[in-house]
């Protein structure tokens, strides 16, 4: 019988259901925010938020909406937990990362509650695994309360080649100076390391450039500390 068809025992008891018939797609979407190892999961009606913060200055989020889910029910308002987010993407894998090819791994997980561990049951080829993984006190999470009307400028880049940009960086620089100007040189990322300063321009009509909005000049500078770990606390 699948895996997506079966009840499990107590089903009622869990405050969390949630099935997928690939299970592929929810662990390259979780894949994009893995940069740190713990991670604090949002659950409502409308479906999952999974946020990743790095010393309370960096925050990644991703949305998994409830219709992306063949079966999707929270039976309360909000349900939170923190976990290990290495070791859900481990177990997510578990019949490894390149499958036979029209060979799908399928995905039920529950959740019972403040507590309990996070239930994952996964199927692939007749084959049913069963991972329980501990959950852990959610922590508080910043609000980048971003209101639409206190906004100067917005930018939407591609992700692939905004990756390329940093990898030319000086990274023996302290900061990182971004630059977003109506004008020349419309965006820019500045660096101020052992060999001087450099610049990287990109005009408004780049390919990089997904959308262009702007209002006024505006400088932002970020501490860069490439050589220092922080730890999870």
């Given at each position: 019988?699948p895996?997506?068809?079966?009840r499990?025992?107590?089903?009622n008891d869990?405050?969390?259901v949630?099935?997928l018939?690939n299970?592929?797609?929810?662990?390259?979407i979780l894949?994009?925010i893995?940069f740190?190892?713990?991670?604090?999961?949002?659950?409502?009606?409308?479906?999952i938020?999974?946020t990743v913060?790095?010393a309370?200055?960096?925050q990644?989020?991703?949305?998994?909406?409830?219709?992306?889910?063949?079966?999707?029910?929270v039976?309360?308002?909000?349900v939170?937990?923190?976990?290990n987010?290495?070791?859900l993407?481990?177990?997510?894998?578990?019949f490894g990362?390149?499958?036979?090819?029209?060979?799908f791994t399928a995905?039920?997980?529950?959740?019972q509650?403040?507590?309990y561990?996070?239930?994952?049951f996964?199927?692939e080829?007749?084959v049913?695994?069963?991972?329980k993984?501990?959950?852990?006190e959610?922590?508080?999470?910043?609000?980048?309360?971003?209101c639409?009307?206190?906004?100067?400028?917005?930018?939407?880049?591609?992700?692939?080649?905004?990756?390329?940009?940093f990898?030319?960086l000086d990274?023996?620089s302290?900061?990182?100076?971004?630059?977003?100007s109506?004008?020349k040189?419309?965006?820019?990322?500045s660096?101020f390391?052992n060999?001087g300063s450099?610049?990287l321009?990109?005009?408004?009509?780049?390919d990089l450039?997904?959308?262009?909005h702007?209002g006024q000049?505006c400088?932002v500078e970020y501490?860069?500390c490439?050589?220092?770990?922080?730890?999870d606390?």
């Open positions: 019988m895996l997506l068809t079966q499990i025992p107590d089903e869990y405050c969390l949630a099935s018939d299970v592929r797609n929810l662990s390259t894949k994009a893995h740190r190892e713990h991670a604090t999961c949002f659950a409502t009606k409308n479906g938020k999974v913060e790095n309370k200055c960096v990644a989020n991703a949305f998994i909406q409830a219709g992306i889910f063949q079966e999707f029910r039976r309360e308002e909000s939170t937990f923190r976990i987010l290495t070791v993407l481990d177990c997510l894998s578990i990362s390149s499958p036979v090819p029209g060979t995905l039920r997980m529950c959740y509650g403040y507590g561990p996070l239930m994952l996964l199927e080829g007749g049913v695994t069963v991972c993984i501990n959950t852990q959610p922590e508080e999470t910043l609000d980048f309360d971003f639409s009307t206190n906004v100067i400028n917005k930018i939407i880049l591609q992700s692939e080649g905004l990756r390329e940009a990898s030319e990274m023996t302290e900061v990182l100076q971004i630059t977003m109506p004008d040189p419309y965006f820019r990322l660096t390391g060999a450099s610049h321009d990109y005009p408004k009509d780049s450039m997904e959308s262009f702007y000049i400088f501490y860069c490439p050589d220092e770990e922080v730890p606390s």
